[in-house]
């Protein structure tokens, strides 16, 4: 007697919620590798970023986004805002993160009733369980608003040490459609090398910069280049004024020789070759404000003005 063959699935999941909730961390768990940069600091994701996690029998495919804040008036907070909200035109399931230290906060209500309106299903994921007791956990998880928000499932996880993620990953599988593979097997993210080498640089100058400094700053990779066993990496840092490139460079240079030696590190573990890496930083006033080059960037997405209604 034949065995009846095994039906695949494949379909997007988008990765959703406030700055800080922990959201790239997953989604590089997940891939067992780094293609989102992360720091303790909130907003530092700051366009879509897709994921490709490949199972046995399904192919899902995670789009990560930035965190949902008040935009206010700067035009990057707006655009970045409008890709989240775009993000979860096209899924089959929401995964909506918070932080199992505060649950769901009053501010993330006008999100989740925005989100309710396009009829698709949303998890709730209480992330960074690890960091909570279990006796505390409980009663948060018992006073969530159900009735007004009826997730299809409550799943508490640490996307930092993986426990519950493999539960996790099962429920967003069942929501998934039967249908063939979106991408290769080798493919597990849509993001382009050239991009990669600029958010390792980024992830460095959050990590190492204090205050207001990295989010007024923006970094694109100016030549990349495959050569016989080692590539060379020419990155760019955008800043707003002179006093900024003082302090991003260091005294002596050292800022700017700690940020480039560590994301060196990084992206020759991501590459597995000898990376030649160069930085330097340029002075372009008003980076912010410039359609085309936050679309040269990638942080606007083709087709998208950055003022998208929420609702759309």
Not at 158 to 180: C, D, F, I, Q, Y
Not at 294 to 299: A, I, T
């Amino acid at each position: 007697m034949s065995r009846k063959k095994e039906t695949f699935h494949s379909g997007f999941a988008a990765i959703v919620g406030r700055p800080n909730m922990g959201k790239s961390t997953f989604l590089n768990h997940v891939l067992g590798r780094k293609v989102a940069a992360v720091t303790p600091k909130p907003q530092t994701t700051r366009t879509r970023i897709l994921g490709v996690c490949h199972r046995p029998h399904s192919q899902l495919v995670f789009v990560d986004t930035p965190g949902i804040h008040q935009s206010g008036g700067v035009h990057l907070n707006k655009v970045m805002v409008d890709t989240a909200y775009r993000a979860c035109r096209d899924v089959e399931v929401i995964l909506y993160f918070v932080d199992a230290m505060s649950g769901l906060l009053p501010e993330d209500h006008p999100i989740l009733t925005n989100l309710w309106k396009r009829k698709i299903p949303v998890v709730l994921v209480v992330n960074k369980a690890d960091r909570i007791q279990r006796d505390r956990l409980l009663p948060l998880l018992a006073a969530l608003p159900l009735e007004q928000f009826p997730f299809v499932e409550v799943i508490p996880i640490s996307a930092l040490t993986g426990e519950n993620v493999e539960r996790l990953l099962k429920v967003v599988e069942n929501h998934m459609p039967e249908g063939p593979p979106y991408f290769p097997e080798d493919q597990d993210t849509d993001q382009s090398e050239r991009f990669l080498a600029a958010e390792m640089v980024r992830e460095k100058l959050f990590l190492y910069l204090r205050q207001e400094l990295p989010y007024s700053l923006a970094v694109q990779t100016e030549s990349f280049q495959e050569l016989p066993g080692r590539m060379e990496i020419h990155v760019q840092i955008m800043v707003d004024r002179d006093s900024q490139k003082g302090i991003i460079i260091g005294k002596r240079g050292d800022m700017l020789k700690r940020v480039g030696s560590e994301a060196r590190r990084d992206l020759e573990k991501l590459f597995g070759v000898p990376v030649f890496l160069q930085t330097w930083v340029k002075v372009r006033k008003d980076w912010a404000a410039d359609m085309r080059l936050l679309r040269e960037v990638g942080y606007l997405e083709e087709g998208s003005d950055g003022n998208d209604h929420p609702g759309g």
